[in-house]
Structure formats: structure tokens, C-alpha cells
């Protein structure tokens, strides 16, 4: 069994019709102006739940999302033939996190940004629990898309979390496990990345199979 | 404290790669000549623009089916094993662009057919049932660090005891909608790229790239040794000027290479800065080992030139000479870059770089006794 314990966790549910201008006014107190004005819904958001939390050169980061920054994209694509640098560099992948971080001036070493959809949280959790980082950072998050949703291209709500991963289980608010037996046969379906988001924000146990073994979420 | 460096060995059974050239084998070759696989084509395909140095396999406009399929349906042939994307045969697939540029294509036709492969997940599920992959693909997508970052996930999956061998996958075919934001950012202009060559102004190429390697725990003749990575998160598209965040991956990755006789295989786009900074801090923390870029023939091909080009390093040592910088030029940013192809006799080793948007490096020791 690999295991880490969870020390912070923070989820940002916003208001279903909530956009980035609105999540500039209500979080404007978390960020410098300057990162402010460029910052995406996601970028926001995934900052947001960060908020407070210290994130050193030791720390690794896992970032998860299936869609990333869907509204930087959709205007890209409306700005050729003269296409907008702004928004290329902002439509990459995993630019939610550098957001936040270039915002803080903050290195660290190791960052695994992952996308994919259907096992994307159980890759997410191997790789924060394989990771030899004395605190490893589990962010993820959409934001809601436009015309690409129209088309299911894109996510149907915005969300974000983020939670602290130690190897210690003292003063541990929940723990994340994975006890591998290689039984490829028995995989279940894995829970998405919101209906992970929302079991976190409830608290809420979660078991499944994949991977070769068996993954679960715990409250203390 | 986490360990600066990965020193996670792993065997490397299978690895090749397709360019325009062809494989591994032909593509080392025409980089041994000295041929330049990039041409000056318009930056936006069919919709014409700017020329531009691209080298891509056929036409860059898109398609349905995704024009760039049949090519990597050619490389997964050549995959050895099968049950990929099993437990203990995990899959990673790699890239920074996935099939996005048909998201563009969409936008100008409104066919939704290229709606099909356009987003990351959607392409890899699109992969997944067109190569009868399991369900057990890491996605891994960090801009031109991607598929370096692969090959450090295949090593700690490995060295977790979670896999048995592990594949891992990239691949990036450049678009009008990937060709037309380098041109935006005004780094893909009208120069072929000139890795670490002194000059007023720099540019890079865009090319068509794929790649796999099959890893193992087994010891091999060829192996990676470790793995360095470091985040800057300094600009989205810029490096410290003081070269921290270049010498803090050097520095490590040179630390595990102690007592062997390398060369380098550095990132090197063509950009002035970053190829400087690179250059400067590899002189410093190996000097003697002899550095070379290939994107001044094949270009920059993108999330997966960390996979690419290992399997051309692998292929020169096959042929027993390693190419030289192809495009470089005199005066070069420091006398450690070799311009010229050299024999890799008296080299047991190599390290192998990549770097990305966000300050984000990585870096490799392949070890080749």
C-alpha cells in the first residue's frame, strides 16, 4: 500500500454563472494587480485554492484537468489570421499553474501537469503518491466553456482544488491510498475530475479499482 | 528535502522515432549529411502567410482523418509487444498539441467531424480505440518538456514496482494554428534556425515529430540513468537572465555523471537567449563534452523532442558518429558546441535536454557503455 495524508485541502465552487471578470472582483484580494489583469477563470480559481498555502522548491506539483484553459483557446481560435501571442502562450497547456506560480515568482522542481479524461484522477493520485517530495501540491480544475461546450468540447462547470499531500499522518485531515495486486481484470470506472472535486468539498469517502488495485479517499 | 536529481535507471528495450526523413536510422543519417529537412513554406498552409521554416511530412493542413494518422499508425508498427495500457503495461502518451490545430480547421469549416480528435482527451481516446490500447494511458502534456516528462514517469512507475515495462508515446504534427503562435510571438520568422550561433536575430523551425520507447527495469547496453527537472516559473515565455534556472538543471543532471566522459544534446531552438544560457551553463558544469542541437534541420518539434531526438542519439550510436549542430554557424555562444558530426568513440555517456514555456527544463544521463 502507498499512502499520503492529506494536510490542506480547498475547493473553489463558484456560482454557475460566474465569468473571469467575476472571479477577478471576488478574488482580487489574493492576487497582485499585475498577475491579476491576465489571469484566466481557471488560472484564478486553481490560485485561489492555493491561497496561503507555501509551496517551496522541494515541492512537487500535479496539476489535473481534462480541458484547461477553454475560454483562451476559444478566442485564439477567433483571433487569426492574426493570431494573438497573448492568447497562444495562455491556451497551452498547463498554464492554470504557471499563472499562479509566475505570479508568486515560485520554482519548484518537479511539475507533472496531466490531462486524458476517463482515469485522469487515479493518474493524478499515482503520481503524487509515487513522488519522493516531501509535500506533493494536487491541484485541478476546469473552467466553462462557450461554443466549444456547445459541441462537448469543454467542461459545463468551473471548479478548482488543491490539496497538501504529506507522507505524516499527525494532525492529517484525510488520506489518499493505493494498495496495487495487479488484478488488470477488475477495473472500474474511476471517478471524473468534478465528481472528485465534489467529494472532497463534501468530504466524502470514495473507493474504486484500477490501475491493478484498489484507490481510496478517507476523512479523519 | 526532495532529491535534486531522479537517479532511477531504466532499460531501454525498443525506441524509434518518425520525422520527415523517415525512422531513427534514416533520420541520423541525413543529419550525419548534413541535410536540412525544413523549407520555407507559408506559416498558415493553404491560407498562405509569411514563409516560414517548417519540415513536416506532407502537407500541414488539416484533414479528416487527422493528416498526420496514417504516419503515426506507421510508428505504432513498429512498437514490439502488445497489451498496452494494461496495469503492469502502462501507457504514457505525450505531446503539446494533440490534434488542437483541427480545432482551427473547425473554426474556418465548421465540419464537426474535426471536432473528433481536437482536444487532448478526445484525441488519446480517438488513439486508444485505433491501436486497441487498455485503459491505463497517462496523459502527460507540459509544452516541449512533455515527452522528457514521460520518460520520468515511466521511470518512477517502474521503480514503484507498478509496471513491468512501460510504453510511452508522443507525438506533435505542426499546424496552421500552432505555426501561426510562434509566428505571433515573433520567434518563427523568416530565418533558419541557427542553434547557438552569435547573430542579431534569432528563429526557430517547426517540425513534424513522433516517437516511443518501450522501459524496462532490465539493465540494457542503453539506458537512462537519471533525470533533472527544474521549474523556473520566472515568464511564460522567457528564462531568468541569470541563467539560474538552466544552471540549477545542469548542475544536476551533471552531477550524476561524474566519472563519465559525455556529450550533450541540448535543447537549442535557435532563440539567442536561451541557447546562450544553455550553452554557457553545460561549458561550465561539463566542460570538454562537446554540445550539439538538431533542430536546426528537423526544427522544434515541440512536446516531443525529448523522446525524438533520444531516439536519434540512440541511432547515432548505432552508426558509431554523432550528428553535428546541422544549421549551425561561426562564432558560436561558447566553444563547447560542435558544429561538425564526431565518433562516439571515447564518449560513455550522454545528457540529453529540453525546455519549455514556464522556465520548465529537463534533462537525461543516457549511459552507453
Given at each position: ?22 472571479a ?15 489571469m ?19 515541492d ?23 493570431a ?6 495562455t ?12 505570479g ?8 507533472f ?12 493520485l ?7 517530495a516531501?509535500?506533493v ?10 461554443w ?19 507522507a505524516?499522518?499527525a ?14 481484470q ?25 490501475a ?9 | ?6 537517479s ?5 528495450e525498443?525506441?524509434?522515432?518518425l520525422t ?31 514563409l516560414?521554416p517548417?519540415a513536416?511530412?506532407g ?21 514490439p ?6 496495469a ?7 505531446s503539446?498539441?494533440f490534434g ?10 465548421r465540419d ?16 486508444q ?23 520520468v514517469?515511466?521511470a ?37 534556425p ?5 547573430r ?6 517547426l ?9 524496462t ?6 539506458r ?12 511564460f ?7 539560474a ?17 559525455v556529450w ?27 554540445l550539439?542541437?538538431?533542430k536546426?534541420?528537423?526544427g522544434?518539434?515541440?512536446g516531443?523532442?525529448g523522446?525524438?531526438e ?20 561561426v ?25 519549455a ?9 543516457l549511459?552507453?557503455d
Open positions: 500500500m502507498i499512502e499520503r495524508h492529506i494536510h490542506f485541502l480547498r475547493v473553489e465552487h463558484p456560482a454557475a454563472a460566474e465569468t473571469a471578470d467575476g477577478r472582483d471576488r478574488l482580487a484580494a489574493k492576487f497582485s494587480r499585475g498577475a491579476l489583469r491576465r484566466t477563470h481557471l488560472g484564478l480559481l486553481v490560485g485561489s485554492t492555493v491561497d496561503g498555502l507555501a509551496i517551496g522548491l522541494d512537487t506539483v500535479v496539476y489535473a484537468t481534462t480541458y484547461a484553459e477553454t475560454r483562451a483557446l476559444e478566442d485564439y481560435l477567433t483571433s487569426f489570421p492574426e494573438s501571442p497573448l492568447l497562444f502562450q491556451s497551452i497547456h498547463p498554464s492554470a499553474v504557471q499563472q499562479v506560480l509566475i508568486r515568482q515560485q520554482p519548484v522542481r518537479r511539475f501537469p496531466l490531462t486524458g479524461r476517463r482515469r485522469l484522477v487515479e493518474q493524478a499515482l503520481t503524487a503518491l509515487i513522488d519522493p516531501p509535500q501540491v494536487l491541484l485541478g480544475g476546469e473552467e466553462r466553456g462557450t466549444m461546450l456547445d459541441h462537448g468540447m469543454a467542461s459545463d462547470r468551473a471548479f478548482a482544488f488543491a490539496l497538501s499531500l504529506r505524516e499522518p494532525g492529517a485531515i484525510g488520506r489518499v491510498a493505493f494498495a496495487p495486486d495487479g488484478a488488470d477488475e477495473t472500474g470506472p474511476c471517478p471524473t475530475l468534478p465528481d472528485f472535486a465534489e467529494a472532497l468539498a463534501g468530504r466524502r469517502e470514495m473507493h474504486w479499482r484500477g491493478g488495485g484498489g484507490f481510496t479517499l478517507q476523512w479523519s | 528535502m526532495s532529491p535534486t536529481v531522479d532511477l535507471p531504466t532499460g531501454i525498443a525506441c524509434d522515432c520527415p526523413f523517415g525512422d531513427a536510422t534514416a533520420t541520423t543519417g541525413a543529419l550525419l549529411a548534413g541535410r536540412r529537412a525544413l523549407q520555407m513554406q507559408p506559416v498558415l498552409g493553404a491560407a498562405g502567410g509569411d516560414v517548417l513536416l511530412c502537407s500541414m493542413d488539416e484533414t479528416v482523418p487527422p493528416r498526420w494518422l496514417p504516419d503515426l499508425r506507421r510508428l505504432v508498427e513498429r512498437i509487444g502488445d497489451r498496452w495500457g494494461t503492469r503495461r502502462p501507457l504514457i502518451v505525450t503539446s498539441n488542437v490545430g483541427s480545432l482551427y480547421a473547425f473554426t474556418r469549416d464537426p467531424r474535426h471536432l473528433r480528435h481536437g482536444p487532448p482527451f478526445a484525441c488519446v481516446e480517438m488513439l480505440r485505433e491501436f486497441g490500447w487498455g485503459e491505463q494511458v497517462h496523459v502527460i502534456s507540459h509544452a516541449c518538456v512533455s515527452a522528457h516528462l514521460g520518460l514517469q515511466a518512477r512507475l517502474l521503480h514503484a514496482g507498478l509496471a513491468d515495462r512501460v510504453l510511452v508515446v508522443t507525438f506533435d504534427f505542426v499546424s496552421p494554428f500552432v505555426a501561426g503562435g510562434f509566428h505571433s510571438l515573433k520567434i518563427l520568422n523568416a530565418s533558419l541557427a542553434p547557438y550561433a552569435v542579431a536575430t534569432g528563429s526557430i523551425g517540425g513534424d515529430g513522433a516517437a516511443f520507447a518501450v522501459l527495469r532490465a539493465t540494457t547496453p542503453l537512462l540513468e537519471a533525470h533533472a527537472l527544474h521549474n523556473e516559473m520566472h515568464h515565455t522567457g528564462n531568468r537572465p541569470d541563467g534556472g538552466f544552471d540549477a538543471c545542469a548542475a544536476a543532471i551533471a552531477g550524476t555523471a561524474r566519472g563519465r566522459r550533450v544534446k541540448g535543447h537549442g531552438t535557435g532563440t539567442l537567449e536561451a541557447g546562450r544560457l544553455e550553452a554557457e551553463a553545460y561549458a561550465r558544469h561539463l566542460p570538454g563534452a562537446p550539439v542541437s538538431w536546426g534541420s528537423l522544434h518539434t515541440l516531443s523532442c523522446l525524438v533520444l531516439a536519434l542519439a540512440l541511432a547515432g550510436l548505432r552508426a558509431g558518429r554523432l550528428p553535428g549542430t546541422v544549421g549551425g554557424a562564432p558560436c555562444c561558447t566553444g563547447s558546441v560542435a558544429l561538425e558530426a564526431f565518433a562516439r568513440d571515447g564518449y560513455d555517456g550522454a545528457i540529453l535536454t529540453s525546455n514555456f514556464g522556465g520548465a527544463h529537463a534533462a537525461m544521463l549511459a552507453h
